[in-house]
């Protein structure tokens, strides 16, 4: 009986550290993004269909908020409404 509540503190005390651990690692190793990029994504088609070369809308979005000239990034699901909505949302912060 000993040996089983030795073992089941111990196990605690590992989750417990490990945890810890894994928190402050978390929080020093936390990624910074632009919210910008989350609106843009809003804006997209979100088929994800990688018609405009990124794997998916969230690098498109990332790459229209980071470029400077979006002029040859095209999205073929959404049109062009959707790249002159995108565009003035990256530039102006709204669409
Ligand atoms: S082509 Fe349009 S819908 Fe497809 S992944 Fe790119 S941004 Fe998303």
Redesign the pocket.
Known sequence: MEVLLYTILTLCALGVFSAVILYFVARKFRVEEDPRIDEVEKM?????????G?A??RG?ADALVKRDDISALF????GGDCMNCNKEEAEHGNC
């Open positions: 997209l088609p979100g088929a994800n269909c990688g018609g405009c990124f998916g809308c498109m999205c073929p699901v959404g």
